[in-house]
């Protein structure tokens, strides 16, 4: 099996800094792309950034210049570095990767259990 986990979320004032984590564990043979997603109460869930295995990055316009993603392919993780956050990135933070797992011949979506991200004003 192969499980997401996620790290790093939490309540912190406008203006600071959060830095969530997302490690895969289990048989993984190999790891595309990687996201991160967030779903504010109310709201449909979000693309915030993604990272393709060749290193292309997005980001969505919101969080420009503010968020870094990053990934260490060597530990199946990814992180997010979040600075000058706002009360409009308050949300629950999801994590996916494409996974291929050892013996497969595709790459399957795996998503992380999601992290409570909390900015106030």
């Known amino acids: 099996q192969v499980q997401l986990v996620e790290s790093g979320g939490g309540l912190v004032q406008a203006g600071g800094s959060l830095r969530l984590s997302c490690a895969a564990y289990?048989?993984?043979?190999?790891?595309?792309?990687i996201s991160w997603y967030r779903q504010a109460a109310g709201k449909e869930r979000e693309l915030v950034a993604e990272?393709?295995?060749?290193?292309?990055?997005n980001y969505a316009d919101s969080v420009k210049g503010r968020f870094t993603i990053s990934r260490d392919n060597a530990r199946n993780t990814v992180h997010l570095q979040m600075n000058s956050l706002n009360p409009e990135d308050t949300a629950v933070y999801y994590c996916?990767?494409?996974?291929?797992?050892?013996?497969?011949?595709?790459?399957?979506?795996?998503w992380g259990q999601g992290t409570q991200v909390t900015v106030s004003s």
């Open positions: 289990g048989n993984i043979a190999s790891i595309g792309a």
């Open positions: 996916n990767m494409f996974i291929s797992k050892i013996g497969q011949t595709y790459y399957a979506l795996y």
């Open positions: 990272i393709k295995s060749v290193g292309n990055i």
